[in-house]
């Protein structure tokens, strides 16, 4: 999965360079989930699948302590070089090198759409291994994603309730 980010993280890197200011609607979702984390007392955050930081240095600006992980090597390359006060690196999100519990927060912003959809489930545990409790996660998918994936995988953790859309 990492070997094409690998091949484009240049081009990629050029295209999004300004996401947040040029998505209004992201920015606000993103500020909000900060927001939140900071009320409930918490600080740190993971950014998986980051790509060249963007989302990692948006929850930077909005006061998170934020690292980032990706596992291709030319977008954290990209990354540090972008945003060097930022720890970045190295790492599959489906194996976090974290200790349980260390993060506030695990933002996935349009990170895991590559991930197939029986791999999900777990995934979604590694990001709850790594997190306080209470801690909260953002998934950030852009509006081409299907739902019916992420419900499915949702309820095999036992999120029943889902609504159907």
Do not use: K
Request: charged letters at 25%; hydrophobic letters at 40%; proline letters at 6%.
């Amino acid at each position: 999965m990492y070997d094409q980010y690998e091949l484009i993280a240049d081009e990629y890197a050029r295209h999004f360079t300004d996401e947040f200011d040029v998505r209004p609607f992201d920015r606000s979702l993103v500020q909000s989930f900060a927001e939140l984390v900071l009320r409930s007392g918490g600080q740190a955050a993971l950014d998986v699948g980051c790509g060249p930081g963007q989302a990692a240095a948006e929850l930077t600006r909005l006061g998170l302590s934020a690292e980032g992980i990706d596992g291709s090597p030319a977008m954290i390359s990209i990354a540090r070089e972008r945003y060097p006060q930022i720890p970045f690196q190295v790492a599959d999100m489906r194996e976090l090198p974290y200790r349980d519990g260390t993060f506030s927060a695990v933002s996935a912003w349009y990170s895991i759409i590559h991930t197939p959809a029986d791999e999900l489930a777990d995934l979604f545990a590694e990001f709850r291994r790594v997190l306080t409790d209470p801690g909260w996660l953002l998934l950030g998918f852009p509006n081409w994603c299907s739902s019916f994936v992420f419900r499915r995988s949702l309820r095999t953790r036992g999120l029943d309730d889902l609504p159907a859309t």
